[in-house]
């Protein structure tokens, strides 16, 4: 018998079907092979074979598999690759392929590309940090690297150059970028440099253009995979590099299943299959931050920017100031004279409100404090409605929204919130003359409109972009001489215990958003908690004092890199089953020792339609954890309509 997964139908939970492997095709056919099945009352439908079985599972009579298309849909060598993120992740296989290998793959006729013949462009010359980077990749005897490289120091040209060096051996290539970045000025900056050899892979692709580059890159066509998440699972045979540039990006972990997180399973990739990892980013995650100091990665470092342009300076802006002075306005009277200057010197300004949706919290304007969980230290959410409480959405802990601040007794605190659009209107009203464009979700729901408000600011078309945290992520504008953050306290209060590495991954990002070229550019930081290391170590950009800061908190509360997590969210279509369930799940999780943070409602407490709980495992060793969660799983009797879903290693908790 075999399983076969149905390629061309979307099922919203992939399960495979079984089917019979006729005496003739006895011996031809693996895990893996592309097979052509009949299904419903169509007669021949391409399928994915994902498991060999002897006895038979459904009810009917299993059918008989037609034909073998293809003995291998993805390159044999892969499949431990595959197995492995199954196992890890706590994913069904089949949907750890769906994820793999792109819908549609087998019913493609190709058809032949237009080959161009652009000269391909010649490398520039480098700068003595690069020299010396290259020099360590080259001779170091590891094969797995962290670039350490601030904004603007050229860490592109040393991907290119590895890449170069790699091809130059007989070896393939996989470039992993954040989906948000997978811009065509990215894609042809490496189509300059290796013009066909390159094949782009991103979901800005019809299912036709990605299945075309799949096979490029599939029939050895193409050497060099670019792409977002997905790409990490690329049909090569010859791998010899992987790069994950701006690894510390929570893009890179699918938040559906399988949710595997595209780094780790790059690194587990190189480990089969032999290759290099260089991962890049001007704000390393604390997670390969701390693997490099262990020594598992070698840490290179490209400390100044290309052609001796200095950082910009950051002032950080006290809030509470502002407010004693009299100052009520989202803007302080800096930010405000700062952007005047920008309008009458016909430069260009970017203004961030980050709005990560969780914007309910609890503010002391007098201090600058948060109301936070005593056990998790994450800022506890406020929730709205017939009564109004705070509630920690890690434990569970419940207090009364306080009238006075518990950390200094001043009655100015209150629920903290603003969004872009007030932020625009504020804006005309302050600098009536100046054309402002808005980037955030609101304005970029429409296919293709992100790219023309940003391309419309570079033409310069407006004055002042206004935006969330997508407006801090890899952009390039020379005219732009200011960055002004109107409340980094936003970033500061997420209800995750990741606030602080947010916080500083946000404004060193923005910050190198000013002053990439001749004008130089400056950075305001609006918070009232102008004194929070994450703040002041952005503001001085220093990158191992904040790491060496954030990394004593989390190794305290056991949380990672220091400790593993795993969130199980329980989801169900009545509050009190929903809550039994999870409650169930605990207790049988802490009868085989696992100890569990809730089950508390997730931040999200009602999606869709349903009801959701969440349980945090934090622990040391997750594969036994992960081994009682399954064996806990599968004991659980609850009703019907709940759901139980596992996130192995969570980014983001909500
Ligand atoms: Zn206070
Ligand atoms: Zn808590």
């Given at each position: 018998?075999?399983?076969?997964?149905?390629?061309?139908?979307?099922?919203?939970?992939?399960?495979?079907?079984?089917?019979?492997?006729?005496?003739?095709?006895?011996?031809?056919?693996?895990?893996?092979?592309?097979?052509?099945?009949?299904?419903?009352?169509?007669?021949?439908?391409?399928?994915?074979?994902?498991?060999?079985?002897?006895?038979?599972?459904?009810e009917f009579e299993p059918k008989d598999i037609l034909e073998v298309l293809s003995e291998g849909v993805l390159p044999s060598l892969m499949k431990p690759l595959?197995?492995?993120?199954?196992?890890?992740?706590?994913?069904?296989?089949?949907?750890?392929?769906?994820?793999?290998?792109?819908?549609?793959?087998?019913?493609?006729?190709?058809?032949?590309?237009?080959?161009?013949?652009?000269?391909?462009?010649?490398?520039?010359?480098?700068?003595?940090?690069?020299?010396?980077?290259?020099?360590?990749?080259?001779?170091?005897?590891?094969?797995?690297?962290?670039?350490?490289?601030?904004?603007?120091?050229?860490?592109?040209?040393?991907?290119?150059?590895?890449?170069?060096?790699?091809?130059?051996?007989?070896?393939?290539?996989?470039?992993?970028?954040?989906?948000?970045?997978?811009?065509?000025?990215?894609?042809?900056?490496?189509?300059?440099?290796?013009?066909?050899?390159?094949?782009?892979?991103?979901?800005?692709?019809?299912?036709?253009?990605?299945?075309?580059?799949?096979?490029?890159?599939?029939?050895?066509?193409?050497?060099?995979?670019?792409?977002?998440?997905?790409?990490?699972?690329?049909?090569?045979?010859?791998?010899?590099?992987?790069?994950?540039?701006?690894?510390?990006?929570?893009?890179?972990?699918?938040?559906?299943?399988?949710?595997?997180?595209?780094?780790?399973?790059?690194?587990k990739r190189a480990s089969l299959e032999g290759a290099t990892v260089i991962l890049g980013s001007a704000t390393p995650s604390l997670e390969s931050y701390e693997?490099?100091?262990?020594?598992?990665?070698?840490?290179?470092?490209?400390?100044?920017?290309?052609?001796?342009?200095?950082?910009?300076?950051?002032?950080?802006?006290?809030?509470?100031?502002?407010?004693?002075?009299?100052?009520?306005?989202?803007?302080?009277?800096?930010?405000?004279?700062?952007?005047?200057?920008?309008?009458?010197?016909?430069?260009?300004?970017?203004?961030?409100?980050?709005?990560?949706?969780?914007?309910?919290?609890?503010?002391?304007?007098?201090?600058?404090?948060?109301?936070?969980?005593?056990?998790?230290?994450?800022?506890?959410?406020?929730?709205?409605?017939?009564?109004?409480?705070?509630?920690?959405?890690?434990?569970?802990?419940?207090?009364?929204?306080?009238?006075?601040?518990?950390?200094?007794?001043?009655?100015?605190?209150?629920?903290?919130?603003?969004?872009?659009?007030?932020?625009?209107?504020?804006?005309?009203?302050?600098?009536?003359?100046?054309?402002?464009?808005?980037?955030?979700?609101?304005?970029?729901?429409?296919?293709?409109?992100?790219?023309?408000?940003?391309?419309?600011?570079?033409?310069?078309?407006?004055?002042?972009?206004?935006?969330?945290?997508?407006?801090?992520?890899?952009?390039?504008?020379?005219?732009?001489?200011?960055?002004?953050?109107?409340?980094?306290?936003?970033?500061?209060?997420?209800?995750?215990?990741?606030?602080?590495?947010?916080?500083?991954?946000?404004?060193?990002?923005?910050?190198?958003?000013?002053?990439?070229?001749?004008?130089?550019?400056?950075?305001?930081?609006?918070?009232?908690?102008?004194?929070?290391?994450?703040?002041?170590?952005?503001?001085?950009?220093?990158?191992?004092?904040?790491?060496?800061?954030?990394?004593?908190?989390?190794?305290?509360?056991?949380?990672?890199?220091?400790?593993?997590?795993?969130?199980?969210?329980?989801?169900?279509?009545?509050?009190?089953?929903?809550?039994?369930?999870?409650?169930?799940?605990?207790?049988?999780?802490?009868?085989?020792?696992?100890?569990?943070?809730?089950?508390?409602?997730?931040?999200?407490?009602?999606?869709?339609?349903?009801?959701?709980?969440?349980?945090?495992?934090?622990?040391?060793?997750?594969?036994?954890?992960?081994?009682?969660?399954?064996?806990?799983?599968?004991?659980?009797?609850?009703?019907?309509?709940?759901?139980?879903?596992?996130?192995?290693?969570?980014?983001?908790?909500?």
């Open positions: 018998m075999a399983e076969v997964l149905i390629d061309s139908i979307p099922l919203k939970d992939p399960k495979p079907f079984t089917y019979r492997i006729p005496t003739a095709l006895q011996g031809r056919i693996e895990v893996g092979s592309a097979v052509l099945v009949p299904f419903g009352n169509r007669k021949g439908v391409g399928g994915v074979v994902t498991g060999l079985t002897e006895e038979i599972k459904t595959l197995e492995w993120v199954a196992a890890y992740y706590s994913a069904p296989f089949s949907g750890v392929w769906l994820a793999a290998v792109p819908k549609g793959i087998l019913k493609k006729k190709r058809k032949k590309k237009n080959k161009s013949n652009e000269p391909l462009e010649l490398p520039p010359v480098l700068t003595p940090d690069q020299v010396k980077v290259l020099g360590q990749i080259e001779k170091n005897s590891k094969s797995l690297f962290l670039l350490h490289g601030v904004t603007g120091s050229g860490k592109t040209e040393i991907y290119l150059r590895a890449i170069g060096e790699n091809l130059e051996r007989g070896k393939q290539a996989i470039v992993l970028v954040p989906e948000i970045a997978l811009t065509p000025q990215t894609v042809s900056r490496f189509r300059a440099r290796f013009g066909e050899r390159i094949a782009v892979l991103h979901s800005g692709l019809s299912g036709g253009e990605r299945a075309e580059e799949w096979h490029r890159l599939r029939s050895g066509e193409a050497d060099i995979a670019v792409g977002a998440r997905s790409a990490v699972f690329a049909p090569l045979e010859r791998l010899g590099l992987i790069i994950v540039d701006e690894e510390h990006e929570s893009s890179y972990k699918q938040d559906s299943a399988p949710r595997y997180h595209a780094r780790t399973v790059a690194l693997a490099a100091s262990r020594g598992e990665f070698a840490l290179i470092e490209l400390p100044r920017r290309i052609n001796g342009r200095p950082l910009p300076p950051v002032e950080v802006i006290d809030m509470r100031q502002e407010l004693r002075e009299g100052n009520r306005n989202m803007f302080s009277r800096s930010l405000k004279k700062a952007v005047e200057g920008i309008l009458e010197r016909g430069e260009q300004a970017i203004l961030l409100m980050n709005q990560r949706g969780y914007s309910r919290f609890v503010l002391c304007r007098a201090c600058g404090q948060a109301v936070r969980c005593p056990r998790c230290a994450v800022s506890l959410t406020l929730h709205k409605g017939k009564s109004e409480y705070l509630i920690c959405h890690y434990c569970g802990t419940r207090a009364l929204s306080p009238s006075i601040c518990p950390s200094c007794r001043s009655p100015k605190i209150r629920h903290f919130g603003v969004g872009t659009q007030q932020l625009e209107e504020t804006c005309q009203e302050l600098f009536p003359s100046a054309r402002i464009a808005r980037l955030d979700r609101d304005t970029t729901s429409r296919k293709g409109s992100h790219a023309q408000i940003l391309d419309g600011f570079r033409d310069g078309e407006s004055d002042i972009l206004i935006g969330t945290q997508m407006v801090a992520k890899g952009l390039d504008f020379p005219r732009v001489s200011l960055v002004g953050v109107l409340a980094a306290d936003l970033a500061l209060n997420l209800p995750d215990f990741r606030a602080a590495e947010r916080t500083f991954q946000l404004l060193t990002q923005v910050a190198g958003r000013a002053g990439r070229s001749e004008i130089p550019g400056a950075v305001i930081v609006q918070t009232y908690s102008p004194e929070h290391f994450s703040v002041q170590r952005a503001k001085e950009h220093d990158f191992e004092g904040f790491y060496h800061e954030e990394a004593e908190s989390r190794r305290e509360l056991s949380y990672p890199p220091f400790g593993k997590l795993i969130n199980v969210v329980a989801s169900g279509t009545t509050l009190e089953s929903t809550q039994e369930a999870a409650e169930s799940l605990a207790a049988s999780l802490q009868r085989r020792g696992v100890m569990a943070l809730g089950p508390a409602p997730a931040p999200l407490s009602l999606l869709k339609g349903r009801h959701r709980f969440q349980l945090l495992i934090k622990t040391e060793e997750l594969e036994s954890a992960r081994q009682v969660l399954r064996e806990s799983l599968s004991e659980q009797s609850s009703p019907k309509n709940i759901r139980f879903a596992v996130d192995v290693e969570p980014l983001n908790l909500l």
